[in-house]
């Protein structure tokens, strides 16, 4: 009988599993529909104004014009909040996902017993799948 060789094993193995959380920017993209159906409000309101007191002028055809360019900005930056958060949210999905794995190693005594090579004991700590945390 020889003398126990400690050995080791190494791995990266998922412990839960992978959940798609890019419909996250579901929540952003309704709340930036919401301001862009408020910002389109109150442009009609502007026009509806001008058209029942039938003002013309170009006062008033320079506040219509301004409406209109102040709303197109506004559902332009709107649509840039829209993509920056779907790139952020893609971003934090893949960081939550890379969490779910881990690396173990597993170490264990090996005794040769002629020409025959036995695991004697193992390491006492074995993790165990959890649940995830709400």
Not at 12 to 37: H, N, V
Not at 53 to 75: F, M, P, W, Y
Not at 91 to 114: H, N, P, R, W
Request: hydrophobic residues 35%; glycine residues 2%; negative net charge.
């Amino acid at each position: 009988m020889e003398l126990s060789e400690s050995k080791s094993i190494r791995f990266y193995d998922r412990i839960l599993p992978k959940e798609d959380l890019t419909g996250k920017a579901k929540i952003f993209q309704a709340i930036t529909d919401e301001i862009a159906k408020i910002d389109h409000e109150l442009e009609k309101k502007i026009e509806k104004i001008s058209v029942e007191d039938k003002a013309t002028g170009e006062i008033v055809n320079a506040i219509l014009e301004k409406a209109r360019e102040q709303t197109s900005q506004h559902l332009a930056l709107l649509e840039n909040v829209d993509d920056q958060m779907t790139k952020i949210i893609s971003s934090y999905d893949q960081q939550v996902d890379a969490m779910k794995s881990q690396s173990m190693t597993f170490c264990y005594l090996e005794e040769k017993i002629g020409s025959l090579t036995l695991p004697l004991s193992s390491s006492p700590f074995v993790p165990k799948k959890t649940p995830p945390f709400k």
